[in-house]
């Protein structure tokens, strides 16, 4: 079964059974009234059981988030949120409610019937161009609904080998020491805006920490879900690989159609030692708004991974189809002598969604290596834009960064920009930029439709192509699901 | 059948940077169920035009005339119901596809018109087996099929691709335009093998060629010549003879 | 994005405000730029803002004369100096078709600290119109500035008629702690061509903040070089508009960066109108504790369809504590177009340096003739021979 198929239906069944049954006991209350203050904090920490230190460090980081101002640098445009008018802690309720997916979210099940079938098909096919069959494997499955881990699978199959997957409010409880020691060590609390938000008030998200030497035995999912109404969603991730260790991950994210927007703001820290590598896969499909644009998830996601050790490696990999606004720049600090970055990212945008996302590529440290391959695909009335920065510091000698930023319009009426910086103090730096944009050509459309195929397919398949170098970087079954996802997420924008 | 594909007073012109250029001046032009037709003509006679008119290409305008295809009006088709029709036209230049593979494009396109005529999809298993039976037959390499759609293809790489979606999609009439253009003799034979492995009572072609060559391989039924956008004169195989001898003067001197 | 925010009050911001008597109060409210502005992030206006600028005296003949006395001066064309912000001299004969006049404002780039400076301060500056279908041949224009803690801040507005063209050699040249800050607007008519040739050699300490405006009419072509060569702290920066069909706009350059010196060249290049074109290559050498910034923008409106625009920067780093900065920025709204941009950064290839010496090429000689042959095609594309030959000689790598 496909990764992304087998992690859905995981959810799914989780989903129905703890949703219906419950799986705490003893909640009083469902959801906190509305409103952000330092009641709100507590009343979080408390419900989580943390530890004194862990209140401490949240009530700093929104004392922080008081005297910070929104940024307004990215291209997007929002209404004002009101911070106040979001509940900032909701539990899944313990009787039956309106929440299987199938109930709450007729559309995205027909996404997933438009997914499902072909992928074994899709997969077997991959096999021509000599990815042969691959061996396969399970996948280990953190779903977190409305910021709360439901459940964890395969811990105990990974506690043998040393992993450490579950909760982060477990992880707060259970694995302290290391918690403190990691959290925000990427990420300061007061790193941006969104990151002190969420640093104050995350409910839950994943933890991941693999012991030296040990190569994750399977694939890691978390999937991330937001149901309830009027809910900012506030994961946190934290992932430690020691030395000469490695994890993939994936993460998907989805939420139910409606029509007032709801905010996400995610932190996810990464931290690679000696010789270790991460592998970090998203495929980030939130709603994104209907055909007007009305609805659809504020998409504010600070993620850093930190290459500490020499030789370590991390490796973003992303598709981000879904929300109505993204604001997210995966990025890696090179502070390890040759150490690597990788960010491979396709962002589609149509009807109304803006995205503004890319990545910074800080290196530290002598030989270190980035690559950025960045593919944006506008269509509809959406803008989408790439900024990206890579920074040299005086003592990256040697250090390489080739970046390639191509973007695609589909249509007159939405917009493509590119925004990198380019800083360099190194002289023994290289560093090699280049961006295009273009549109699909009337030679290509009709050489496919002169094929047989649909407008809608040939589009699909010319856009597929263009993203081929991103998706290619993907685990081979998630990177089929991606595929059929920009194809949905195009539907409507061509004739 | 005479009335399998039937072109009768065909304009069609083309948007030349604003100003609008007549290619295609009244060509009328019947070709029965399984037979193949040629057409000859000097360069800027309008025969790429009329591969691009009859396969439904959106920079020709049409301005007169029609085309039926098995009773139904051709014009009015989407290029891919044209294709599910069976109508295919081999490129005389075949654009790249970037990034698309090209296997996975070749069976997109077959399953896509077997799904237009009520035939099952092909599954991955029987679409390979399928294609590596018309790569061997065509002295292609497997890796051909692995790279991006015509990227980097040389120019007999790319015919024989043409004639690999020929074989697979099974099209009922089949328009080569100007195939052989760039051809070694052992390319032109596969591309000829190719159509007339297809040739029998239900299947028909129109080959537009300037080189007689081709036709050696390909013998058709009927041969056209076409200056200036009209039909000026049909005959037997033996035409195609006399204007490799002659060239088209005495044609256009008869037309004039 | 790029709005260049208020900044609180400095010495430097209320001596300019003082001068303006009057026609300052666009610049107290925006203020003398800080970093956190998004356009001045990598160039400093610290030391700018804290210095108390007065009006540049008058110079004698003898001190314009000296000054003069050096410069890369074509021999061919008209002539008209400038010292310390004043009408000093025309030489030679202008043609007849050069009339010169008051200068009168025009364009929208009042949201730019160079041109609201320039605005408040500039008394003086070249007229010309060129007039239709006449070629003006050369017009060197020397502005000159010599003196401390003093600024100039000439206002020219060249115009060319409809099929009109004028090959402009805009020299800078000067002594002393002082901040030149020229303001060009330009009106580039139909099929008209301006050739705008800028040799930036302004003294080692001084600060440049030149703004050109620049609209070009269909089929029109504003081909500008410029060699930032001087200066503690220079920004070159154009703002182009194609506003009718079949419009060009090249924005080329080289800068040579050495000492404590920060040379910028920023440029916005706007797409208005469908099937124009624009062309910008920039390069930049980067040697001792230099700092090099390079932002440039194109923007294709929606309207814009057809476009053709490209970019190219790159920059070498020759010594371990210079610094290159460099946004490339494309903003896209037509879906009908060929933009990209490329940028490199590195250091001289090792290979090619060995190869060199190998062959009995001293390493200094050596290291100039690579430094040289990267400048070569950016060079090239100064379409004036003359003036290309004037700028190879200067140049000091």
């Known amino acids: 079964m496909p990764a992304v198929t087998e992690t859905r239906e995981t959810v799914e069944k989780l989903a129905k059974s703890s949703y219906e049954w419950g799986f ?107 990815a042969e069959e691959q061996k396969r494997m399970p996948v280990a499955v953190d779903a977190v609904f409305d910021s709360v881990s439901v459940a964890t699978t395969f811990r105990k199959t990974l506690e043998e080998a040393g992993v450490i997957f579950c909760p982060i409010s477990e992880a707060i409880r259970e694995h302290s020491d290391l918690v403190r020691q990691y959290l925000g060590s990427v990420v300061p ?279 081929r170098e991103v998706l290619k970087e993907l685990p081979m079954e998630f990177a089929v699901e991606a595929q059929k996802l920009l194809q949905i997420s195009l539907e409507g924008s061509v004739g | 059948m005479s009335d399998f594909l039937k072109i009768q007073g065909l304009e069609a012109r083309i948007d030349a940077d604003g100003t609008p250029k007549e290619i295609l001046k009244g060509i009328d032009l019947e070709i029965p169920k399984g037979e193949i037709h040629a057409i000859m003509g000097p360069n800027g006679s309008g025969k790429s035009t009329l591969s691009y008119v009859l396969s439904g290409r959106e920079d020709y305008e049409v301005t007169g005339g029609s085309a039926t295809f098995k009773g139904e009006d051709l014009l009015a088709l989407e290029p891919e119901e044209r294709a599910a029709l069976g109508v295919f036209l081999a490129f005389q230049s075949p654009v790249e596809l970037p990034g698309v593979n090209n296997a996975n494009f070749l069976r997109t396109a077959v399953n896509a018109v077997r799904r237009a005529r009520d035939e099952e999809e092909l599954d991955a298993v029987a679409f390979l087996k399928a294609v590596r039976a018309e790569t061997k037959r065509l002295s292609m390499s497997d890796e051909m099929l692995k790279r991006a759609v015509n990227v980097g293809f040389s120019g007999g790489e790319k015919k024989r691709n043409e004639v690999l979606q020929m074989r697979l999609l099974q099209p009922s009439f089949a328009i080569l335009d100007e195939t052989d253009s760039g051809l070694d003799i052992d390319a032109l034979r596969i591309v000829a093998d190719g159509v007339n492995s297809l040739r029998g009572p239900d299947f028909s072609a129109l080959v537009i060629t300037h080189h007689q060559r081709l036709l050696d391989y390909i013998v058709p039924d009927r041969v056209h010549v076409m200056a200036k956008g009209k039909i000026i004169y049909s005959g037997g195989p033996e035409v195609a003879k006399t204007l490799e001898k002659q060239g088209y003067t005495q044609f256009l001197e008869a037309a004039a | 994005m790029s709005v260049e925010t208020t900044v609180q009050t400095s010495p430097g911001l209320e001596a300019f405000v003082g001068r303006a008597a009057g026609h300052g109060t666009a610049l107290a409210a925006m203020g003398i730029p800080t970093r956190r502005a998004e356009a001045w992030r990598y160039t400093p206006l610290r030391a700018f803002a804290d210095t108390v600028w007065a009006e540049a005296p008058a110079l004698s003949d003898a001190q314009v004369q000296a000054l003069l006395a050096d410069l890369p001066l074509p021999e061919a064309g008209s002539r008209v100096v400038f010292a310390n912000g004043r009408k000093f001299d025309v030489l030679d004969s202008l043609s007849e078709s050069i009339l010169v006049s008051a200068a009168e404002p025009v364009d929208p780039i009042e949201d730019r600290f160079s041109a609201v400076l320039n605005a408040a301060l500039a008394q003086d500056g070249l007229s010309v119109r060129v007039a239709a279908g006449t070629d003006a041949g050369m017009l060197t224009l020397a502005s000159l500035t010599s003196g401390d803690a003093v600024s100039t801040h000439l206002r020219h507005r060249i115009v060319l008629e409809e099929g009109a063209s004028l090959t402009l050699y805009d020299l800078n040249a000067g002594e002393g702690r002082y901040v030149a800050n020229p303001r060009f607007d330009i009106v580039v008519g139909k099929g008209a061509r301006l050739t705008h040739v800028k040799l930036q050699q302004d003294s080692q300490t001084a600060g440049h903040l030149a703004i050109i405006a620049a609209s070009v009419d269909a089929g029109g072509n504003y081909d500008s070089f410029t060699l930032n060569h001087g200066g503690e702290l220079a920004r070159h920066e154009v703002v182009s508009t194609l506003n009718a069909p079949h419009a060009q706009v090249h924005v080329n350059g080289i800068q040579i960066v050495d000492g404590n010196r920060l040379n910028d060249l920023t440029s916005m290049i706007h797409h208005a109108a469908p099937d124009c074109g624009s062309r910008q290559t920039v390069k930049t050498v980067l040697s001792e504790n230099g700092q090099g910034v390079f932002q440039g923008k194109i923007l294709v409106d929606r309207i814009a369809q057809k476009t053709d625009g490209y970019q190219m920067n790159q920059a070498l780093l020759l010594s371990e504590k210079a610094q290159i900065n460099s946004k490339p920025e494309l903003e896209i709204y037509a879906d009908d177009v060929k933009c990209s941009h490329g940028a490199t950064v590195g250091a001289l290839d090792d290979e090619q340096l060995f190869y060199l010496r190998s062959r009995g090429i001293p390493e200094a000689e050596a290291r100039d003739i690579l430094v040289r042959a990267f400048l070569l095609d950016a060079l090239d594309l100064v379409t004036d021979e003359i003036l290309r030959d004037l700028l190879q000689r200067s140049i000091r790598a």
């Open chain 1, 189 to 467: 609390a007061g790193d941006n805006f969104f990151a002190a938000l969420n640093s104050a008030v995350f409910t839950d998200g994943s933890f991941v920490y693999v012991p030296k030497g040990v190569r994750c035995p399977m694939e890691l999912s978390t999937y991330f879900r937001i149901n309830a109404r009027n809910t900012g969603q506030f994961e946190r991730t934290l992932i430690i690989v020691e030395e000469r260790a490695s994890v993939s991950y994936l993460e998907g994210c989805t939420a139910p159609q409606r029509d007032e927007n709801q905010l996400h703001a995610a932190v996810v820290e990464l931290i690679a030692m000696d010789d270790a590598s991460i592998k970090y896969s998203t495929v980030q499909n939130w709603y994104p708004g209907d055909d007007e644009g009305r609805g659809g998830i504020y998409n504010f996601v600070t993620k850093r991974g930190a290459c500490r050790g020499a030789r370590s490696k991390i490796s973003w990999t992303q598709v981000e189809t879904g929300s109505s606004i993204t604001w997210k720049y995966p990025s890696c600090v090179l502070a390890g002598e040759g150490s690597v970055g990788e960010f491979y990212s396709v962002a589609v945008t149509n009807n109304h969604q803006q995205a503004d996302t890319g990545t910074k590529m800080i290196h530290l440290a002598p030989n270190t290596r980035s690559t950025i391959i960045a593919k944006t695909i506008s269509a509809g009335k959406s803008d989408s834009t790439y900024r990206g920065l890579v920074r040299m510091q005086p003592k990256a000698r040697n250090a390489r960064n080739f970046t390639q930023c191509d973007s695609l319009l589909i249509g007159d009426q939405c917009g493509a920009h590119t925004v990198p910086y380019i800083e360099s103090r190194n002289m023994t730096a290289r560093i090699e930029h280049e961006a295009t944009t273009s549109k699909i050509s009337e030679d290509q459309l009709f050489y496919c439709r002169s094929r047989g195929l649909s407008e809608e397919d040939a589009v699909g398949l010319i856009v597929n192509g263009f993203c």
């Open chain 1, 24 to 130: 705490e006991t003893d909640i009083e209350m469902d959801i906190a009234p509305k409103g952000l203050n330092e009641e709100t904090v507590r009343l979080i920490s408390a419900r989580k059981e943390e530890p004194e230190w862990m209140l401490e460090w949240r009530l700093k980081a929104f004392r922080m988030w008081l005297e910070m101002k929104e940024p307004e640098w990215a291209k997007v445009s929002h209404p004002p949120i009101d911070y106040q008018d979001a509940h900032y802690f909701a539990q899944p309720k313990k009787k039956p409610g309106p929440k299987s997916l199938d109930e709450v979210d007729p559309e995205l099940l027909k996404t997933y019937a438009k997914l499902g079938i072909p992928l074994h098909e899709q997969a077997l096919l991959a096999g021509v161009e000599g």
